[in-house]
């Protein structure tokens, strides 16, 4: 690493991962390209000099702007239906599982598949004239790779029901105001968003910031009481690391720790 595949680019800058859906003229999510963007983050979560992942668009016109239409057309039995359905699901899971956080720098259209990619990824940074959606009850489907579950997790119940049964689209301001993204930038400045919060996140102890994640993902869907043991157990594994002993001391001494990821 860095890597490449045919429409999925990686690399690393200053303990960054930037990830790159390169696949002209909208990033469409082809069979091809989530098996590389599988494989990319397999790459990612073994590289130690890679602390934070982005994953944007290639272009200025799209994130990704769905699923190819052209491959979904093609599905003729419910059993090619569920391969598909459990190939692009399977994926954006080992995104929402990294332990390493990944931020979507949603630099033009996320609709469908796009979306569903999106929201498996721990932030959002997106641009101010970006198109969210998930219309895919217009096409006579619905969303197969998380959408009618991670949607209602992150924006609610009634508004993810209404949003998915129209196919109605909406602008960046409104998905800033239902939750769903963290931050609106102008249009040129996401990319650049996105690394200044990677790289915050990157001068912490990854020791902290992976048990934080892991925590947060484990305990969301589970009874108050279970999370709470999670939480209990990844603190206490944390509180025993050298880069606990080394952020007490700093804190106490009044100077920035120097933490080792260890």
Same mark, same amino acid.
């Given at each position: 690493?860095?890597?490449?595949?045919?429409?999925?680019?990686?690399?690393?800058?200053?303990?960054l991962?930037?990830?790159?859906?390169?696949?002209?003229?909208?990033?469409? $999510?082809?069979?091809?390209?989530?098996?590389? $963007?599988?494989?990319?983050?397999?790459?990612?979560?073994?590289?130690?000099?890679?602390?934070?992942?982005?994953?944007?668009?290639?272009?200025?016109?799209?994130?990704?702007?769905?699923?190819?239409?052209?491959?979904?057309?093609?599905?003729?039995?419910?059993?090619?239906?569920?391969?598909?359905?459990?190939?692009g699901?399977?994926?954006?899971?080992?995104?929402?599982?990294?332990?390493k956080?990944?931020?979507?720098?949603?630099?033009?259209?996320?609709?469908g598949?796009?979306l569903?990619?999106?929201?498996?990824?721990?932030?959002?940074?997106?641009g101010?004239?970006?198109?969210?959606?998930?219309?895919?009850?217009?096409?006579?489907?619905?969303?197969?790779?998380?959408g009618?579950?991670?949607?209602?997790? $992150?924006?609610g119940?009634?508004?993810?029901?209404e949003?998915?049964?129209?196919g109605?689209?909406?602008?960046?301001?409104?998905?800033?105001?239902?939750?769903?993204?963290?931050?609106?930038?102008?249009?040129?400045?996401?990319?650049?968003?996105?690394k200044?919060?990677?790289r915050?996140i990157?001068?912490?102890?990854?020791?902290?910031?992976?048990a934080?994640?892991?925590?947060?993902?484990?305990g969301i869907?589970?009874?108050?009481?279970?999370?709470?043991?999670?939480?209990?157990?990844?603190?206490?594994?944390?509180?025993?690391?050298?880069?606990?002993?080394?952020?007490i001391?700093?804190?106490?001494?009044k100077?920035?720790?120097?933490?080792?990821?260890?």
């Amino acid at each position: 690493m860095p890597s490449a595949g045919a429409w999925v680019k990686v690399s690393i800058e200053d303990r960054l991962a930037i990830v790159t859906i390169d696949h002209p003229p909208v990033n469409a $999510l082809n069979r091809q390209t989530i098996q590389e $963007l599988g494989e990319a983050f397999e790459g990612i979560a073994s590289n130690s000099s890679a602390k934070v992942a982005i994953i944007t668009g290639g272009g200025s016109f799209a994130f990704v702007a769905g699923a190819d239409i052209k491959e979904v057309a093609q599905i003729t039995s419910v059993e090619a239906a569920k391969e598909m359905a459990a190939l692009g699901q399977a994926v954006f899971l080992k995104i929402q599982r990294m332990q390493k956080p990944v931020i979507a720098a949603i630099n033009g259209v996320c609709l469908g598949g796009g979306l569903e990619l999106a929201m498996s990824c721990h932030l959002r940074i997106s641009g101010d004239r970006v198109r969210f959606g998930q219309p895919e009850v217009n096409l006579g489907i619905i969303p197969g790779w998380g959408g009618t579950q991670r949607l209602p997790r $992150l924006i609610g119940k009634a508004k993810a029901m209404e949003w998915i049964l129209t196919g109605d689209m909406i602008m960046a301001q409104e998905a800033a105001r239902l939750g769903l993204v963290n931050q609106v930038v102008p249009q040129d400045q996401v990319l650049k968003a996105a690394k200044d919060l990677a790289r915050k996140i990157a001068s912490k102890s990854a020791v902290a910031v992976s048990a934080a994640v892991s925590a947060m993902e484990q305990g969301i869907d589970v009874s108050i009481e279970e999370g709470l043991a999670k939480e209990a157990e990844a603190f206490s594994k944390v509180a025993a690391s050298e880069d606990s002993k080394e952020g007490i001391k700093a804190f106490l001494e009044k100077r920035q720790p120097q933490f080792k990821d260890h």
